[in-house]
C-alpha cells in the first residue's frame, strides 16, 4: 500500500545547504501554493507555535536507515533504533518541527526555530495545543541532550 | 509534484471507529511492518514520550478542507483556517500526535493518548526531546481549549 501526497508549500530560507546545527541563526517562512486560499492561515497568528511537517527530499533515498545506528555517527552515543531518533535519513523521510509563529502574510507564514533548508517541501501545518503536548513524567536519555546541545544555538 | 510513501506499519487499538472525545479511554499499540527488523526501535524506551506521524486513511479525500471553518462545525467558535485547527478532514490527511511510551515487545509499541482509530497506518516514529518542545512564551486561543475539554477524558 502507498500514500501519495501533495506537498502544500514549501520553505524559503537563509539555509540552503544541510549543516546539523545553528538553526536559530536563520530565517525561513512558509509559502503555501498558489491553489490555497489565504483564508486557509486565517486565525493562525493566536497561537504562538505551529507544527511544521515537512519532506526531507535531499536526503537519498538509498541511505535510509532502517535498523539502529549511533546517532550522527558518534560512537560516543549508543547505538539506537531509527525510530528513536530524529535523524533525517529515516523511511518516509519526515520532518517535524515546533515553531515559533513571527507573522502571517498572505499565503506566507513567517516562523522561527526551523530546521529545513530553502526548497524544502511542506507537507502540514498545525497549530500547537497544549493539550497535545506530553503529558505525565518527561524524560529523555542523556546522548538526546549532548545532540541537542549547539542544535538551535551554537556557543 | 507527488510523494510516495510507505506506512512504516499500523495501528492497533480497541476503537475502531472515529469519535471526537475521550481518547484515553482507549488501549492502542504501534505494530512495526516486518521488513523492519527488532532493532528499529532499540533505545526509544528511554524515552517517556514519542511522536506519532500517521494517515487518517478513513477520511474522505473528497471531504478535504482547503478554506477556513467553524472547528467542529460549531458556531460558537470562530471559523478558523484548516491549518490553524487539527482536524483530520485536512490537505494530505496527516496526523500527528505526542504519546506515551508503555512498553516495547519486538515490533510492538505500546503507547498510551493515541487518538487514532484500529487500523490506522503509521508514517513515522520519533523520540520527543525537550529541545523540540515550544520555546518561548506559549499561548493559543480560548476555543482551542474549549475544543480539547473533553478530548483526552471524558467528565
Redesign the interface.
Known sequence: ????????GKVEASRSEIRDDGWDEESACVV?DA???A??????D????V?L?F?F?RVDPGKIE???RHPRNNPAW?????????GKN???R?G???C?VLSIDGLRLHVA?LDAIDGT?V???????????????????EW??EL?RD??QRP
Not at 483564508?39 to 493562525?44: E, K, M, S, V, Y
Not at 493566536?46 to 507555535?49: E, I, M, R, V
Open positions: 500500500m502507498t500514500i501519495i501526497l501533495e506537498p502544500i503555501l491553489r490555497y486560499p483564508q486557509a492561515l486565517q486565525g493562525l493566536a497561537f504562538s507555535h507544527e511537517i519532506h527530499d532502517t535498523g539502529a549508543p547505538a539506537v533504533g531509527i525510530f528513536a531518533q530524529r529515516r523511511p518516509n519526515i517535524s518541527t515546533i515559533r526555530g517541501p507537507l502540514d501545518i498545525k497549530p500547537v495545543m497544549q493539550e497535545f503536548l506530553p503529558r505525565g513524567a518527561f524524560r529523555q536519555p538526546a541532550g541537542m542544535y538551535w
